[in-house]
Nanobody
């Protein structure tokens, strides 16, 4: 499975960005809709942390407390895309953001089977 994240950039505090993640190359017997999708981030000098996840069906979402109410995860199974709408951005949101795919439902990065390459988000104060 290949995951390609995009949409990062430099934004002022209070601004918005929309990250996208395109998926392709699923194993035989599986499709994009088989996988729950997660977003994680890693800031310099810090461990990778969970940001948000969306169930394979799109019917359930979950957010880290630090982003709840500001970020929204969504997916389009027909287009094999997952999105992360980030509003009211703060300098502490600065990190490399990764999308990942898992067969199942998990907040833990070690559970995820496939990872994208990451996209840099920088929020200036």
């Amino acid at each position: 499975v290949q995951l390609q994240a995009s949409g990062g950039g430099l934004v002022q505090a209070g601004g918005s960005l929309r990250l996208s993640c395109a998926a392709s190359g699923f194993p035989s017997g599986f499709s994009f809709s088989s996988y729950s999708m997660g977003w994680f981030r890693q800031a310099p000098g810090k461990e990778r942390e969970f940001v948000a996840r969306i169930h394979s069906s799109g019917g359930n979402t979950d957010y880290a407390d630090s982003v709840k109410g500001r970020f929204t995860v969504s997916r389009d199974n027909a287009k094999k895309m997952v999105y992360l709408q980030m509003n009211s951005l703060k300098p502490e949101d600065t990190a490399v953001y990764y999308c990942a795919a898992v067969l199942g439902w998990s907040r833990f990065d070690y559970s995820y089977d496939y990872w994208g390459q990451g996209t840099q988000v920088t929020v200036s104060s």
